[in-house]
C-alpha cells in the first residue's frame, strides 16, 4: 500500500523556521516526482513546490521562493520542506503528495497532512 | 500564472439528482501537440485529503464511480456527478498542470 506520512508541524513564532518531513512506503520513491502542497485552514489548495525523483531539480511558488527549500533522501525514502522566515500567511495544513506515473504535476495520492501554525 | 476559476462556490442537490461544477483556466490547458487537455480533478471530503478523481480532463482515475464525470476543452471544463449520493457530499477542486505554478480552482462545496 502507498503511504506518505507527513510529520514536523507545530507552532512557531514569526520569523522562525521548521523542517517538515514525509516518509513515503509502498512505491520506489526515487522514481517519482514529488510536491508540497498547502491549505490554510477553511481555504482552498495552493501548490507550494515540487522537486525531481534525483532531487536536483526543485520548483517553487512565488510566495515562498527564498525561504522555504524542498529536498530528498531517496535512501530513506523521505521528502523535506524546510520553512525559513516563516509569515503568519504560512499557516496551514501541508500535504506531501506523489506525482502520478503518467504524470509527474497532478497528485496522487496525498499524505494526511501536518500542521503549522505561525503565532507569537 | 494559469488562474483557476470555479463556480458554483457551493450547491446544494437533492440525492439522486445532478450536481455539475464549472472550471474555468485564464488560458488554454490544451497542449496542442498531444490534444491533451492538462486539468486533474479531486474531491476533498472533511478532515481528509484530497482524492484525485480525474486527468487529462476525462480520464477517470480507477476506483472513482461512474456517476462521476469528467469533460470540456481549452479553457472550459466541467464535472458532473450524474445522481448525488450521501458520500459524494465533498468539496471538488480543479487544478492544471499545463504550467508551473501549478494551480487550483477555489474550491466548490457540495452538500444535500
Known amino acids: 500500500e502507498v503511504q506518505l506520512v507527513e510529520s514536523g508541524g507545530g507552532l512557531v513564532q514569526p520569523g522562525g523556521s521548521l523542517r517538515l518531513s514525509c516518509a513515503a512506503s509502498?512505491?520506489?520513491?526515487?522514481?517519482?516526482?514529488m510536491h508540497w502542497v498547502r491549505q490554510a485552514p477553511g481555504k482552498g489548495l495552493v501548490w507550494v513546490s515540487r522537486i525531481n525523483p534525483d532531487g536536483n531539480t526543485a520548483d517553487y511558488a512565488d510566495s515562498v521562493k527564498g525561504r522555504f527549500t524542498i529536498s530528498r533522501d531517496n535512501a530513506r525514502n523521505t521528502l523535506y520542506l524546510q520553512m525559513n522566515t516563516l509569515r503568519a500567511e504560512d499557516a496551514a495544513v501541508y500535504y506531501c503528495?506523489?506525482?502520478?506515473?503518467?504524470?509527474?504535476?497532478?497528485?496522487?495520492?496525498w499524505g494526511q497532512g501536518t500542521l503549522v501554525i505561525v503565532s507569537s | 500564472d494559469i488562474v483557476m476559476t470555479q463556480s458554483p462556490d457551493s450547491l446544494a442537490v437533492s440525492l439522486g439528482e445532478r450536481a455539475t461544477i464549472s472550471c474555468k483556466s485564464s488560458q488554454t490547458v490544451l497542449y496542442s501537440p498531444n490534444n491533451k487537455n492538462y486539468l486533474a480533478w479531486y474531491q476533498q471530503k472533511p478532515g481528509l485529503p484530497p482524492k484525485l478523481l480525474f486527468y487529462?480532463?476525462?480520464t477517470r482515475e480507477s476506483g472513482v464511480p461512474d456517476r462521476f464525470s469528467g469533460s470540456g476543452s481549452g479553457t472550459d471544463f466541467s464535472l458532473t456527478i450524474s445522481s448525488l449520493q450521501a458520500e459524494d457530499v465533498a468539496v471538488y477542486y480543479c487544478?492544471?498542470?499545463?504550467?508551473?505554478?501549478?494551480?487550483f480552482g477555489g474550491g466548490t462545496k457540495v452538500e444535500i
Open positions: 487529462w480532463a476525462s
Open positions: 503528495a506523489r506525482g502520478h506515473r503518467n504524470n509527474p504535476n497532478w497528485f496522487d495520492p
Open positions: 487544478q492544471q498542470y499545463y504550467s508551473i505554478p501549478l494551480t
Open positions: 509502498g512505491f520506489t520513491f526515487n522514481t517519482y516526482w
